[in-house]
């Protein structure tokens, strides 16, 4: 998940999930399937002229219905829009204007946000006379697409980009970190959230989030500043009676994980890992955000000498591809080592921003490359010419190969290990890019 969020907004029928699902086939979208987790399809991770961005879906608008269903949709919607950074508003152009789309543009005027006008649906032989009328709504030049017929969809997202913020904020310059505390319902969030304030800070103020159902509260430890966010439970699907319910929930969850520069992922000591967590886990590893698994209820755990580490690998091994983020073991009723977390959280912030310099990055691949040879796939073998770190937050680096095609996603997970050996990075998931190197043999 990017740090830039792009809303899909109108009343029903329109074609926005027609949208969405070209999009996420698409090419120009970046889809990881993270082992073990199941995707809730409300949003993907997309690339458009190297720019990344997160598109989300939401249910059908009717501002003025009295339905239950339609109300949580309303709500899902609500969240979508005050925490996305551009809202692209879905129309008919089959249908034409309508009082619900004269409705829900009252609506999204209120957001303050750049909005853009789609016209789906569109027969491009008769375009004039199908765009012209949208321009009453006062939103700017419409844009006409076929979702269905693939057409209009890159001068579409050429506009979306035009509004994206250019730059994003300057991680390595802040002096305020952000902590998102999430989980299943009932593992303790709140009461952690408790402790933490009650027994660790000078308390700054206490923001209420309007629309995102989460408080920020600001505190100060030892000379930094902290911003903590207590977020609602993520339910099973199966838990509840209507979908839109579970992702208006994983929603704020997700805005939660998306602002955040730091992520406290808390289980129950008395359950292990959940297939809920897992997928919880998931959406924070995918955000490439810095993560510690705080174990809560660890009182209530009947203790041997060798139970502490018997259970952290039975939680790293449940979740296997955070293997990365350290477990630490506490109560937040009785405050067991809670005084330990901030500690833990400077630590993988740190390591989410460290940098390694190219000279010594490149040393250490090219110990990696003769420790174990990279693969032969149909008789031809990888060749990885030098590395760079093009970012931080998470630590991201470039590989310039001879062709991509040739890198095994076992030799990229050795060499992910090995950089960890080398260089630390606990707590925080690493990015890998690969470039073919010009002039090199062709894939």
């Not at 239950?68 to 919607?77: P, S, T, V």
């Amino acid at each position: 998940m990017t740090d830039q969020l792009v809303a899909i907004v109108g009343r029903p029928n329109v074609g926005k999930s027609t949208f969405f699902n070209k999009i996420a086939g698409r090419r120009i979208s970046i889809v990881k399937d993270t082992p073990g987790v199941t995707r809730d399809r409300i949003y993907v991770d997309c690339e458009w002229l190297g720019r990344q961005f997160t598109l989300v879906d939401t249910g059908g608008l009717e501002p003025k219905s009295d339905d239950m269903i339609l109300r949580e949709i309303r709500k899902q919607a609500q969240i979508a829009i005050d925490t996305c950074d551009v809202i692209l508003f879905f129309l008919d152009g089959r249908m034409g204007l309508t009082a619900d789309d004269e409705d829900v543009a009252a609506l999204l005027r209120k957001s303050g946000k750049p909005i853009i006008p789609v016209i789906n649906k569109v027969d491009f032989s008769g375009l004039e006379d199908s765009v012209y009328e949208f321009y009453a709504l006062g939103l700017g030049d419409p844009v006409p697409i076929s979702s269905t017929n693939m057409l209009g969809l890159g001068d579409l997202l050429d506009k979306v980009l035009s509004l994206l913020p250019q730059t994003a904020k300057d991680e390595e310059e802040k002096s305020l970190i952000e902590i998102a505390v999430v989980g299943r319902p009932n593992v303790g969030k709140s009461s952690l959230v408790n402790r933490i304030l009650g027994q660790e800070r000078t308390l700054v103020s206490d923001i209420a989030g309007t629309t995102r159902d989460a408080i920020d509260s600001q505190f100060v430890f030892s000379g930094q500043t902290y911003s903590i966010i207590d977020t609602a439970g993520i339910r099973r699907k199966k838990s509840i009676e209507e979908e839109s319910i579970e992702r208006y929930s994983i929603l704020r969850s997700l805005d939660a994980i998306r602002r955040a520069d730091v992520v406290l992922m808390l289980l129950n000591a008395e359950d292990g890992v959940t297939e809920q967590d897992t997928k919880i886990a998931g959406f924070v590893h995918e955000a490439g955000k810095p993560c510690i698994l705080v174990v809560n209820k660890w009182d209530l755990v009947e203790k041997d000498t060798n139970t502490m580490e018997q259970k952290r690998r039975e939680i790293l091994s449940g979740l296997k591809f955070m293997d990365y983020a350290p477990v630490l073991f506490i109560s937040a009723l009785t405050g067991q080592r809670v005084q330990k977390i901030l500690e833990l959280v400077n630590s993988v912030y740190g390591m989410a921003h460290k940098r390694v310099s190219t000279g010594v990055l490149n040393d250490i691949l090219q110990d990696i490359q003769t420790a174990q040879q990279p693969p032969f796939i149909g008789g031809r073998q990888l060749k990885i010419y030098y590395a760079t770190q093009q970012g931080v937050a998470p630590p991201t680096f470039v590989l310039f190969v001879n062709s991509e095609e040739l890198m095994h996603f076992t030799y990229e997970r050795y060499i992910e290990n090995q950089f960890r050996k080398a260089f630390g990075f606990e707590g925080t998931p690493l990015r890998f890019i690969l470039r073919n190197k010009k002039g090199s043999e062709s894939a």
